[in-house]
T-cell receptor
Framework: GQNIDQPTEMTATEGAIVQINCTYQ??????LFWYQQHAGEAPTFLSY????GLEEKGRFSSFLSRSKGYSYLLLKELQMKDSASYLC????????????FGKGTTLSVSS | DTGVSQDPRHKITKRGQNVTFRCDPI?????LYWYRQTLGQGPEFLTY????????KSRLLSDRFSAERPKGSFSTLEIQRTEQGDSAMYLC???????????FGPGTRLTVT
């Protein structure tokens, strides 16, 4: 079957660093995505990993270990506006096809 | 180009009625996806088009659901004989032939009473 697990909720304070973990079990693997979704809004793309290792993009970094079925999203220098749901998604098939999403991790950043 | 657009943004309908949603993808994006999202859940895949061809359909897409993309540009999603369980946010996304990112529209929130 297909399963993607991530924590339901996390809290952190402004300026801190937070790591959101994601584990997956899918019938195939062709890339892992992280999306940010503010309440009532559409998901917006944050990162894409298809090879093992760390991808850094500004304050956000994403890591992938395909052998462990594991990824994390690292958010540095947290800001209040980072309060949102963070969705881990896997593309299990060839490029261009559907994403399988986890339930999302709701991050609350306090001052 | 302002991104993926969806219409309407909100729809309230009575059980048993038919509803149709429209999605306009980013121009020149030949791939188009429909997802459904309920509160506290991630988006669930419904169907995928490459140009006008519907290449994937989820088993979530019952016989009451139909989607079209007649000219390979905009797409419509129709739900016939709506049920309360159809209440959800319906998201459309598009992506280019080359590229991995899917760009999501703002969604259509459906409420079935």
């Amino acid at each position: 079957g297909q399963n993607i697990d991530q924590p339901t909720e996390m809290t952190a304070t402004e300026g801190a660093i937070v790591q959101i973990n994601c584990t997956y079990q899918t019938s195939g693997f062709n890339g892992l995505f992280w999306y940010q979704q503010h309440a009532g809004e559409a998901p917006t793309f944050l990162s894409y990993n298809v090879l093992d290792g760390l991808e850094e993009k500004g304050r956000f970094s994403s890591f992938l270990s395909r052998s462990k079925g594991y990824s994390y999203l690292l958010l540095k220098e947290l800001q209040m506006k980072d309060s949102a749901s963070y969705l881990c998604a896997v593309r299990s098939n060839q490029a261009g096809t559907a994403l399988i999403f986890g339930k999302g991790t709701t991050l609350s950043v306090s001052s | 180009d302002t991104g993926v657009s969806q219409d309407p943004r909100h729809k309230i309908t009575k059980r048993g009625q038919n509803v149709t949603f429209r999605c306009d993808p980013i121009s020149e994006h030949n791939r188009l996806y429909w997802y459904r999202q309920t509160l506290g859940q991630g988006p669930e895949f419904l169907t995928y088009f490459q140009n006008e061809a519907q290449l994937e359909k989820s088993r979530l897409l019952s016989d009451r659901f139909s989607a079209e993309r007649p000219k390979g540009s905009f797409s419509t999603l129709e739900i016939q004989r709506t049920e309360q369980g159809d209440s959800a946010m319906y998201l459309c996304a598009s992506s280019p032939q080359t590229g991995n990112e899917q760009y999501f529209g703002p969604g259509t929130r459906l409420t079935v009473t």
